[in-house]
C-alpha cells in the first residue's frame, strides 16, 4: 500500500494543492495529516474545509490547532512572549476562523496508531512524549531514543520542525520528519511531504519536494494586514525562522 504522509500547511491552500496534486501521480491510497492544519497562513479557513471533506484522510491534531481551539489568555501570554508575530497571527487566526472550524481541530487525536501490511505505525506531531517537541536533522541518537520510550511502532511519522528528516535506532525503529507542505525551512522552500509504500512487512520512504505559486501566497498572507503579515508572507518566498 502507498500512502503519502503530510505535516504543516499552515493555512497555505496553493502548497496544499500542488502537494494534492503532485501525490496523485503515485497512486497513493491513503493520505496521513500530521496537523498544524491553518495557524499563521493565507487561507487557513478553505484548508480547514478541504480536509474536512476528505473521509478517507486520516487526521492528528498539531499545537497550533490545539491552540486555536483552546484559545486562552495564557496561551496568548506564552506566545507573545516567545514570538511576537506567531501571536499577532493566533489572535487574527481565533477572530477569523469560525466556531465550527474550531470545532473540528478541537476533536482532532493527538496521535494515531495504526499497522499496514505488518508495520505498526504511530502518526504524532512533535514527538511520542508532546506535540511541541522538536526531532531535527543531526540530533544524537540517544535523545530521539528517550522520546521514543514506550513506543512500540515499527516507524513514527511526526512533523511540526517545518524540517524533513530521519533516524533509525538501535531497536531498528525508524522515524521520519515529513518536512511541512505550507511553511517548509528549507534552503530551497518547496512544499515537502512523504510518500512511504508498506509491503510485506517492511516499507520505503521518499521525500518529496514540490514547487508551488509562492507568489500568490505571499501575496494573500500579507492581504491578512495584521502587525507581522508581511513578515510571514516574505518567509513563503525566502525563509528565515520558524518562530518570529
Keep these: 500500500m502507498r500512502v503519502a504522509v503530510l505535516s504543516d500547511i499552515h493555512g497555505n491552500f496553493q502548497a496544499l494543492q500542488s502537494v494534492i496534486e503532485d501525490l496523485k501521480n ?12 491553518a495557524m499563521a497562513g493565507p487561507q487557513p479557513r478553505m484548508v480547514i474545509d478541504y480536509i474536512k471533506e476528505q473521509s478517507d484522510w486520516i487526521v492528528i491534531q498539531g499545537n497550533t490547532d ?31 476562523i469560525e466556531d465550527e472550524r474550531k470545532d473540528f481541530l ?19 506531531h512533535g514527538s511520542p512524549r508532546r506535540n511541541n517537541e522538536d526531532i531535527f536533522p543531526g540530533m ?3 535523545k530521539i531514543e ?17 524540517v524533513p528528516a ?35 512487512g517492511g516499507f520505503s520512504i521518499e521525500h518529496r519536494f514540490v514547487d508551488y505559486d509562492r507568489e500568490t501566497a505571499a501575496n494573500i498572507m500579507k492581504a491578512r494586514d495584521f502587525d507581522g503579515a508581511d513578515k510571514l ?7 528565515s525562522a520558524r518562530h518570529i
Aim: net charge negative; charged share 25%.
Design 26 to 37: 503515485f497512486g497513493c491510497e491513503k493520505v496521513f495529516c500530521l496537523g498544524d492544519l
Design 66 to 96: 490545539k491552540m486555536i481551539a483552546e484559545f486562552s489568555p495564557e496561551i496568548m501570554k506564552n506566545v507573545k512572549e516567545n514570538a511576537p508575530v506567531m501571536a499577532a497571527a493566533l489572535a487574527d487566526d481565533v477572530f477569523y
Design 106 to 124: 478541537k476533536n482532532l487525536p493527538a496521535q494515531k496508531e495504526l499497522e499496514i501490511a505488518g508495520v505498526k505505525i504511530l502518526l504524532v
Design 140 to 142: 544524537a541518537l540517544n
Design 146 to 162: 528517550e522520546m521514543l520510550e514506550g513506543v512500540d511502532a515499527d516507524i513514527i511519522f511526526c512533523g511540526h520542525t517545518h
Design 166 to 200: 530521519g533516524y533509525q535506532t538501535n531497536k531498528k525503529q525508524t522515524v521520519v520528519n515529513v518536512g511541512s507542505v505550507g511553511r517548509p525551512m528549507t534552503e530551497e522552500p518547496k512544499a515537502c511531504y512523504v510518500v512511504a509504500d508498506f509491503q510485506d
Design 233 to 239: 508572507a516574505q518567509m513563503i518566498l525566502k525563509p
